[in-house]
């Protein structure tokens, strides 16, 4: 390096470097190279005029200082700046790892389908069923003619026991005698007495005052139509039938319907109990005992009031008794 500084100073720098500065030559950059020594020229520095011919070609206009650009890529300096934005591609596609296309699935699995099922057995013939229900509803009509036929006995009976007593028939009268002193006549026996005329409106009339003797409603009775039951569409009938001794029967009566059981007559205060009890009906159906409550109203007719313990509840009823024979 000492050995090149001093060849260098033994040479004559060039004109270009030699410079007036105040009246005095200035010679700048001795020591250096010619290339070395324009990059250190300062533009502005004033220069000494040089003296040329003018046969001499025209000097050739300095150039600007061109940098020297390296020859290798930086890599590491590229990775470096190129780290982020790998990073930030390598998140993304972490991200959107579910989106990408899946390879198909080639493997097939076959699995065969349940048998056909068998063919429907053919329809059966409705002739059979018909004749059955036919005979069933014959057989029914048979037993609902001899029901008919054996209440219808059962009303003419009772009708029959319900009649009055025929009047008592005189006494023959004794053979004559002549001349012999006639006998004292008995005396007449007294006449029966009426039977109470029965009102127009054959409704039951109570007596004044309570009473052990019920032949006032010895005989059969009917109610108005009601329900016995909350649920029921089409409302019944009750029939009571007594002797004098308050004892008889119930038979109430919905379409073909029919509930039978005993009832009795009793006095609970200046009012008449009907009392009856439970029953199982004709169709299957359970009959439920009520009691019907009469009071006293105006011109003594018997003003009923009904209540029942149901099976949907307990339920009431407003009705008249009309006699029936």
Known sequence: MIGRSLQLA???PAESFVFLVGGRPVVVCWGYEKEAAASLMAPALPRLPERRSVLDAPAPRPMLPVRATPRTIPWLRTLLLALPLL???????????????????????????????????????????????????????????????????????????????????????????????????????????PQPQQ?????????????????????????????????????GVSSYCFDAN??????????????????????????????????????????????LVCQRGADNVADCYGRSQGAFGPTSWIVNLHRVN
């Open 10 to 12: 033994a040479r004559k």
């Open 87 to 193: 990073l930030l591609l390598a998140g993304g596609m972490w991200l959107l790892r579910e989106l990408l296309p899946a390879d198909p699935d080639t493997a097939l699995a076959t699995r065969e389908g349940p048998p056909a099922p068998p063919a429907p057995p053919p329809p059966a013939d409705p002739l059979p069923a018909i004749k059955a229900s036919l005979s069933t509803e014959e057989a029914r009509a048979k037993a609902l003619q001899l029901e008919l036929a054996t209440i219808q006995g059962e009303l003419k009976k009772r009708v029959a026991d319900c009649r009055p007593p025929e009047p008592p028939k005189e006494p023959p009268k004794p053979p004559q005698i002549a001349n012999a002193v006639p006998p004292p006549q008995p005396k007449a026996a007294a006449p029966p007495p």
């Open 199 to 235: 009102p127009a409106d054959r409704r039951m009339r109570i007596p004044t005052t309570p009473t052990r003797d019920f032949s006032f409603m010895a005989g059969c009775w009917r109610t108005d139509p009601f329900k016995h039951e909350r649920v029921q569409m089409q409302a």
């Open 246 to 291: 308050g004892n008889g029967s119930l038979e109430w009566r919905r379409g073909r319907t029919a509930c039978r059981t005993r009832a009795r007559a009793v006095f609970n205060g200046p009012n008449l109990a009907l009392r009856d009890n439970d029953t199982t009906c004709n169709d299957g159906s359970h009959w439920y005992a009520d009691q």
